[in-house]
């Protein structure tokens, strides 16, 4: 049971990944798009065992660094990262829109924040971008509305059955 | 495992993944992207391949849907453009035709062979990069296509970007507003050389090198010989420059190529080997600066072999 919800949170994660880098290619509202793959590693962290879900979240910065002319292991570092707080914070990360809303904004912002400082620090130029506070905000606020269309749906396939989130490895 | 007491499973685990994560990044630096990272990336993206084009194929009417309303919203003034575009291509038409009548007539004069056309492969953009600072897009075509690292990429506008990476099937290709990417040009209307460097998204970067020739809104910039083939559409200047001696002449530039919306383009069978021009990783410098009496050298070709200068 456990391995099978840890298989579809994978499906999820390459199916966040295909869609990511396909379907805003030429659909970017002010030139940004969500930042999808983020998004379901928050999602299935809140739900998966603590180990594995740090492992997906490697496993999908992974995929992200092997995808684009980045230094390997910028995004696994970031998403592992952000896996590690849902992990630490998903007790206050329950179904409280008030709180969802506001923490999804905040581990959005500073994954994308963080990526920006490590680019930097490896030689990216991630800061020397003109727009890099627009490419951190912009994907942060998408991720807000896309919050609706996809935590729900996450938490049905994979969430313990009738449960709380947070069930360990 | 052993494990600090008072860490406990998850803490000790992600401290091995930061671990991990940063040896790979420092490997992967150190080999330029080459070595195990190259072939990982190669392997998977190879692999990948087919799940974006399944996934391009289904979200292709979803995307076409919004592209559509948000069309709809511009498209009076569109049209109205687009009227005013066509007489004035026309009249463009008329004048090159007269141009070209000339420059046949010179060649024979001078028995210079014409420039040859540069073969090209049409392409399809399949992917975009996993993120907004990844200025990449992920084409059709690969190696087995004639595609090979470096080769220019451009759209029915003018410069799109250039392959950094090849499979057998697919090519990234990086988009000129990549901070990364510096581009030598050429002012079409002085002939002065300067450099075009990615600032992210939006307007491009032009540094001229003779800072005493004044740049004016509209001034299209075309590449320079070096990396690219010379003559190729790069941007268009959006800010008057004046010159002042002594001072660098920085404005900004905007893309000719719709990259936004790039969906077919064009990859130049073109490396700069064929030109002998030399030119690092990212950076590239023009072959010709401009001469210190403010003239500049002609050359002529397209890079499809060497040019030919001419002293003025």
């Known amino acids: ?169 | 495992m052993w494990r600090p007491s008072g860490i406990d499973r998850s803490t000790a685990t992600f401290i091995g993944l930061v671990l991990l994560s940063l040896v790979l990044v420092t490997i992967d630096l150190r080999a330029s992207g080459e070595g195990l990272g190259g072939t990982l990336r190669d392997g998977v993206q190879t692999a990948f391949t087919p799940v974006q084009k399944a996934a391009t194929f289904v979200t292709r009417p979803v995307v076409g849907f919004f592209e559509g309303l948000s069309d709809l919203v511009g498209i009076r003034d569109e049209n109205r453009r687009l009227r005013l575009q066509v007489a004035d291509l026309e009249r463009q038409l008329a004048e090159t035709e007269s141009l070209q009548r000339r420059v046949e007539e010179l060649e024979q004069i001078l028995a210079i062979e014409p420039p040859e056309e540069l073969d090209t492969v049409a392409a399809r953009v399949l992917a975009t990069g996993p993120s907004d600072f990844d200025a990449i897009r992920l084409i059709d075509k690969g190696r087995r296509d004639g595609i090979t690292v470096d080769m220019p990429v451009i759209d029915e506008g003018g410069l799109v970007g250039r392959v950094v990476a090849v499979t057998e099937t697919s090519a990234r290709v990086r988009l000129i507003t990549d901070p990364t990417m510096r581009v030598a040009v050429q002012v079409e209307r002085t002939g002065e050389t300067g450099i075009l460097t990615g600032r992210g998204g939006g307007l491009l970067q032009l540094e001229m090198f003779n800072t005493q020739a004044a740049l004016i809104e509209g001034d299209l910039l075309v590449t320079a010989d070096g990396r690219f083939p010379a003559g190729i559409p790069v941007a268009r200047v959006t800010e008057d420059a004046e010159a002042e001696v002594g001072f660098s002449l920085v404005t900004r530039a905007a893309p000719e190529a719709e990259l936004s919306r790039v969906d077919y383009v064009k990859v130049l069978v073109f490396t700069s080997d064929q030109v002998g021009a030399p030119g690092s990783e990212e950076e590239e410098e023009p072959v010709q600066p401009p001469l210190e009496n403010g003239g500049t050298e002609t050359t002529v070709g397209t890079g499809s072999g060497p040019g030919t200068t001419l002293s003025p």
């Open chain 1, 1 to 169: 049971m456990k391995w099978r919800r840890t298989a579809v949170a994978v499906a999820l994660v390459i199916l966040g990944v295909a869609l990511q880098t396909t379907l805003f290619v030429r659909l970017r509202p002010f030139g940004a798009s969500p930042a999808l793959a983020l998004l379901i590693t928050l999602a299935v962290s809140r739900h998966l065992g603590r180990v594995p879900s740090l492992l997906v979240g490697f496993s999908t910065g992974l995929l992200l660094d092997l995808l684009s002319e980045t230094a390997l292991g910028l995004w696994a570092l970031v998403l592992t990262t952000v896996a590690f707080a849902t992990v630490r914070l998903r007790r206050r990360f329950e179904d409280d829109v008030t709180l969802l809303i506001p923490g999804v904004f905040l581990v959005s912002f500073a994954a994308l924040a963080m990526y920006a400082l490590l680019g930097t620090i490896f030689g990216e130029q991630t800061l020397a971008d003109a727009q890099v506070v627009r490419k951190m905000l912009l994907p942060a606020v998408y991720n807000v509305i896309l919050t609706p269309l996809v935590l729900p749906p996450i938490t049905r396939l994979i969430g313990e059955r009738g449960g709380r989130p947070g069930w360990n490895l």
